[in-house]
């Protein structure tokens, strides 16, 4: 018999969800959405949150409704090499290749830069990222309740912070707001939904998933139909926060375009609107809060990378495994924030999809009794479409042209399919191909229960 827990019990799951999701890095995107979208920023918000809130529900969602006991369990109905290799590179894009050098650059960003004068801005990011990994390794070695402490102080601290600056841009916007940049000019919801992959959330909702289910365990809760819905009502409760958090960041950025001026990145946003609104001390509060925010990000990250890859690379010791992912993280964080976006969205082109396909097929699975023809035929179809999306987008930010074989494939599929130009041409062939595997897996069923009762 389950325990009925309350809704405080759903309100403190749901802040440790909203804590594990919102990477202070998150705070960027939807302010840099806000200064490109402009006038448009109603539409682009609303495709961001599908991708930014909607997604990471979802994805915690799957995990509980599956059964899965982690994500390599859930990504293996495809094929254990595939479930090896995709939770692999998951960790890795949410860890040390993006999202982990990430918490070093926007810390450095928001907290350090606008107080160092540009005659030390060449040694301010190297030395400030060696201190911050430097205590991120020392912490994430032997990892304890400070953190977790620390933690939970954080997210109020962050909500109570940001609700004085969208108040301030609310009551007293910054200026009016301007009109879209071209790449929000048309299709800005679509451009939104692109833009909230930038988060990560979705792919991290497919580890998170576990911490939350094991959590609602511990309050008592244990069949399989009350923690998905503990699940739900908790992730409610986080997807609301982080709804109301990014679009206000959206609204200030739009807002703040006519005072602070266009930035390729968004931390120079929030910074400069602190310094606008709170003067010296709101900026100070805001740099000292992020950058922990940040720093026991780092440390969740790297102690999950750390324990995932020593577990399934058994021969590696833990602690050899933190040391690498730190020092790997330290060089790249060096490349600066603007870069590691640039580098980060073909990955995440690439990504994504696969990762919204599988959490389609985990809800989906009964229909088609969990037959792995329908899981490997689905995510096949998207695999060609997201690599080549991924490639494209590699070779524009790079700024160099599509090598001819490269170039013919992206004109046939622009020519053939749906929504391709929006970056969602894997969308429709994965649903038809779902549908059509479908049937041939039931028929397939069917016919084999025939068999065996004839022979009988």
Request: aromatic share 12%; hydrophobic share 55%; proline share 4%.
């Amino acid at each position: 018999m389950d325990k009925k827990l309350s809704f405080n019990a759903y309100a403190v799951i749901g802040m440790m969800l909203f804590a594990l999701f919102f990477g202070a890095g998150n705070l960027i995107f939807p302010a840099q959405l806000g200064q490109a979208a402009g006038t448009e920023v109603g539409m682009a918000i609303f495709g961001f949150l599908i991708t930014g809130v909607g997604l990471p529900l979802l994805g915690i969602l799957a995990i509980g409704y599956s059964k899965s006991s982690d994500l390599q369990d859930l990504s293996s109905r495809v094929h254990p090499i595939f479930g090896v290799v995709f939770t692999s590179l998951l960790y890795l894009t949410i860890g040390p290749f993006f999202a982990l050098p990430r918490t070093g650059a926007v810390s450095y960003e928001i907290g350090i830069a606008p107080f160092i004068g540009q005659e030390f801005a060449a040694i301010g990011l190297p030395l400030f990222s060696l201190i911050f990994f430097g205590v991120s390794l020392w912490v994430s070695l032997n990892p304890s309740k400070l953190v977790d402490n620390i933690g939970k102080f954080l997210s109020p601290a962050i909500l109570l912070t940001l609700a004085a600056l969208l108040i301030m841009a609310i009551v007293n916007p910054m200026s009016a707001i301007q009109g879209p940049q071209e790449a929000y000019a048309s299709g800005s919801f679509l451009k939104g939904f692109t833009e909230g992959y930038n988060t990560m959330d979705a792919l991290a909702s497919l580890v998170f998933g576990i911490i939350v289910i094991a959590t609602v365990r511990k309050l008592g809760v244990t069949s399989p139909k009350g923690i998905l819905s503990a699940t739900m009502k908790s992730g409610i409760v986080a997807a609301g926060l982080l709804a109301v958090v990014y679009t206000g960041i959206a609204y200030l950025g739009a807002t703040s375009v006519g005072t602070l001026g266009m930035f390729d990145t968004g931390g120079p946003v929030l910074s400069g609107a602190s310094s606008h609104y709170f003067g010296t001390f709101g900026a100070l509060l805001l740099a000292v809060i992020i950058t922990l925010a940040c720093l026991t990000t780092a440390i969740g990250l790297t102690v999950a990378n750390a324990e995932y890859f020593h577990k399934l690379l058994p021969k590696v010791s833990y602690k050899m495994f933190v040391v690498i992912f730190s020092v790997f993280s330290l060089v790249v964080t060096n490349a600066g924030l603007s870069n590691i976006i640039t580098y980060s969205v073909p990955v995440l082109m690439f990504l994504y999809p696969l990762a919204i396909v599988l959490i389609m097929l985990a809800f989906l699975s009964p229909l088609f009794k969990h037959d792995r023809l329908v899981y490997v035929s689905a995510m096949a179809v998207t695999f060609f479409i997201a690599i080549v999306d991924g490639l494209k987008t590699l070779t524009a930010s790079l700024g160099v042209s599509n090598p001819a074989w490269l170039q013919s494939v992206i004109d046939f599929y622009a020519s053939t399919l749906p929504l391709y130009s929006d970056g969602l041409g894997w969308l429709v062939p994965a649903v038809i191909t779902i549908a059509i595997a479908s049937v041939i897996a039931r028929s397939r069923k069917s016919l084999n229960v025939q068999t065996a009762r004839h022979e009988a």
